[in-house]
Nanobody
Framework: QVQLVESGGGLVQAGGSLRLSCVASGSIFRLYVMGWYRQAPGKQRELVATITSGGSTIYADSVKGRFTISRDNTKKTGNLQMNSLKPEDTAVYYC?????????WGQGTQVIVSS
C-alpha cells in the first residue's frame, strides 16, 4: 500500500515557475514508477511526466524543456519543477505511483496559470 500527498500548487502568472512535491508513505516506494498527471476542466487526465526508480524519464511533448521530474528514493519524495508556465498548463496535478500490479493516486493539487 502506498499513500501519496501532493503539495506546491497555486496561482502563478504566465512565464512563472512552480515546484510540486509528492510525499509517499507505506510500501517500498523505490520499486514504483512515479509520475505526474494533470486534468484540466472538461478534459481527460493526461500524462505529464514519469520517472523510474533508476531515474529514466518520459515527458509529454507539451512540457518538454519546461518541466523536470525528479525523485529521492531515500526520502520517498518526488518533485515536478515547472518553468515557463503557460495558461494551458492550468489543471489539477496528480501524483501517481505504479508497478506491474497496482497503482496509487494522490488527492491532487491545483495549478492556475494566469495570462
Amino acid at each position: 500500500q502506498v499513500q501519496l500527498v501532493e503539495s506546491g500548487g497555486g496561482l502563478v502568472q504566465a512565464g512563472g515557475s512552480l515546484r510540486l512535491s509528492c510525499v509517499a508513505s507505506g510500501s517500498i516506494f523505490r520499486l514504483y514508477v512515479m509520475g505526474w498527471y494533470r486534468q484540466a476542466p472538461g478534459k481527460q487526465r493526461e500524462l505529464v511526466a514519469t520517472i523510474t526508480s533508476g531515474g529514466s524519464t518520459i515527458y509529454a511533448d507539451s512540457v518538454k524543456g519546461r518541466f523536470t521530474i525528479s525523485r529521492d528514493n531515500t526520502k520517498k519524495t518526488g518533485n515536478l519543477q515547472m518553468n515557463s508556465l503557460k495558461p494551458e498548463d492550468t489543471a489539477v496535478y496528480y501524483c501517481n505511483a505504479r508497478n506491474n500490479f497496482e497503482q496509487y493516486w494522490g488527492q491532487g493539487t491545483q495549478v492556475i496559470v494566469s495570462s
